[in-house]
């Protein structure tokens, strides 16, 4: 099973903010990497997919590198809707993919 | 307009049965792959079954294989999980997304809002 590590866990930031988050696989993904965006009571939002792709309607205050096995999610200048919970998914290996455990994006 | 809804979640017994359902529209929904993924309390994101668009291939998280079943009618555009033997640890809001199957990648584009799912004496 391919394993999805994603750092830090939590972090806390204000609005304006340049905010990464990174993920990392336990083996090389190619660029079969998605970010979603994830709030209480709400369903998941895809935010970015194949790594770099910005899903349409997401603001471009958002941005997603990396291909193998590091990949990295940017939020640039932080504003208070994305205060939420990331998690990064593996869509390389046969189905069900896996996701990254996840980081909390709170207000400091 | 994509929509994704779930239903059938509620209180049952350790060792008991539920079904889910997920009712489609805005989509051709016979030709998309479809996934149901949990959220337990406190914790991350699991997907624990797919299901391709005819229905003919279908995928299991190891927690679930052998207790839960996915399927799908495609001309009523739903979607079922039946889950059979609950656990405690089977405590989860449980969604349905779709699946884009693209060039590059494939990837969750639409998710529903959750049905919750307690399993409790």
């Known amino acids: 099973d391919i394993q999805m590590t994603q750092s830090p866990s939590s972090l806390s930031a204000s609005v304006g903010d340049r905010v990464t988050i990174t993920c990392r696989a336990s083996?090389?993904?190619?660029?079969?990497l998605n970010w979603y965006q994830h709030k209480p009571g709400k369903a998941p939002k895809l935010l970015i997919y194949?790594?770099?792709g910005l899903q349409s309607g997401v603001p471009s205050r958002f941005s997603g590198s990396g291909s193998g096995t590091d990949f990295t999610l940017t939020i640039s200048g932080l504003q208070l809707e994305d205060f939420a919970t990331y998690y990064c998914q593996q869509s390389y290996s046969d189905p069900p993919w896996t996701f990254g455990q996840g980081t909390k994006v709170e207000i400091k | 307009e994509v929509q994704l809804l779930e239903s059938g979640g509620g209180l049952v017994q350790p060792g008991g049965s539920l079904r889910l359902s997920c009712a489609a529209s805005g989509f051709e929904f016979r030709s998309y792959g479809m996934t149901w993924v949990r959220q337990a309390p406190g914790k991350g994101l699991e997907c624990v079954s797919e299901i391709s668009g005819r229905g003919d291939n279908t995928y299991y998280a190891d927690s679930v294989k052998g207790r839960f079943t996915i399927s799908r009618d495609n001309s009523k555009n739903i979607l079922y999980l039946q889950m059979n033997t609950l656990r405690a640890e089977d405590t989860a809001m449980y969604y349905c997304?779709?699946?884009?199957?693209?060039?590059?990648?494939?990837?969750?584009?639409?998710w529903g809002q959750g049905t919750l799912v307690t399993v409790s004496s």
């Open positions: 083996q090389s993904i190619s660029k079969f």
């Open positions: 194949a790594a770099s």
């Open positions: 997304a779709k699946i884009y199957r693209g060039v590059e990648a494939h990837w969750n584009d639409y």
